[in-house]
């Protein structure tokens, strides 16, 4: 099975700090992504990437950035933290090219909230 | 816009009738469909997707979604209600804008609940 591991299940900050979310999966999948769940608005893409060091810019990239400098590790930056990034932040990975349409698998997800 | 509608919030179902959770979509051109499912506080859980071929699709947890291009739905639907089956249900549709990316679109999600 395809696993997805999110290092934290919970973390509290504080507003303007840096913050750091990672993302490990163990399938070799090329594409990985980083969403925000928040109520009655689903998922919203932030930022993805097709290849190591390969990185696009989602529906909601503003106060974010990324990193994967790695195949298996995708990392999601919050620049200066703020309250409304409190959210819950979900990772996936998928194998296949760029536009295939194999499913995505998903991490337990990290809730983080900004204080 | 490419978009993906889930009219219900929430689905109230007693155990054994059976259930539905409707979708509906916008895309150009031929829509790639996914369902997923969101137990509490964990990811989503990849339940079937069409692609193309027969509109009955058969998934995971004996659940199934019709496909039909007429009305632009893709309902998932289960004969026999569990109390398990009680969770968050999203559907998703593959973008199909020019740069091809693959990423999904998803709905807003509606919460299930399995009553005994």
């Known amino acids: 099975d395809v696993k997805v591991t999110q290092s934290s299940r919970y973390l509290v900050k504080r507003t303007g700090e840096k913050v750091f979310l990672e993302c490990v999966q163990d399938m070799d999948h090329e594409n990985m992504f980083w969403y925000r769940q928040d109520p009655g608005l689903g998922l919203r893409l932030i930022y993805f990437?097709?290849?190591?060091?390969?990185?696009e810019k989602g529906d909601i990239p503003e106060g974010y950035s990324v990193s994967r400098e790695k195949k298996e590790r995708f990392s999601l930056i919050l620049e200066s933290a703020s309250t409304n990034q409190t959210s819950m932040y979900l990772c996936?990975?998928?194998?296949?090219?760029?536009?295939?349409?194999?499913?995505?698998?998903f991490g337990d997800g990290t809730r983080l909230s900004i204080l | 816009a490419q978009s993906v509608a889930q009219p219900e919030d929430q689905v109230n179902v007693a155990e054994g009738n059976p259930l539905t959770v409707k979708c509906t979509y916008s895309v150009s051109g031929n829509p790639y469909l996914f369902w997923y499912v969101q137990y509490p506080n964990r990811g989503l859980q990849f339940l079937l997707k069409?692609?193309?071929?027969?509109?009955l699709v058969k998934g995971s947890y004996g659940f199934e979604a019709e496909f039909n291009k007429s009305q632009t739905s893709f309902h998932l639907k289960k004969p026999s209600a569990l109390v398990s089956d009680s969770a968050l249900y999203f559907c998703a549709v593959r973008d199909m804008g020019s740069s091809n990316t693959g990423k999904l679109i998803f709905g807003q999600g509606t919460t299930l609940q399995v009553k005994p």
């Open positions: 990437s097709y290849d190591v060091k390969m990185k």
């Open positions: 996936a990975s998928r194998s296949g090219g760029r536009g295939d349409n194999q499913p995505q698998h």
């Open positions: 069409y692609i193309t071929g027969d509109n």
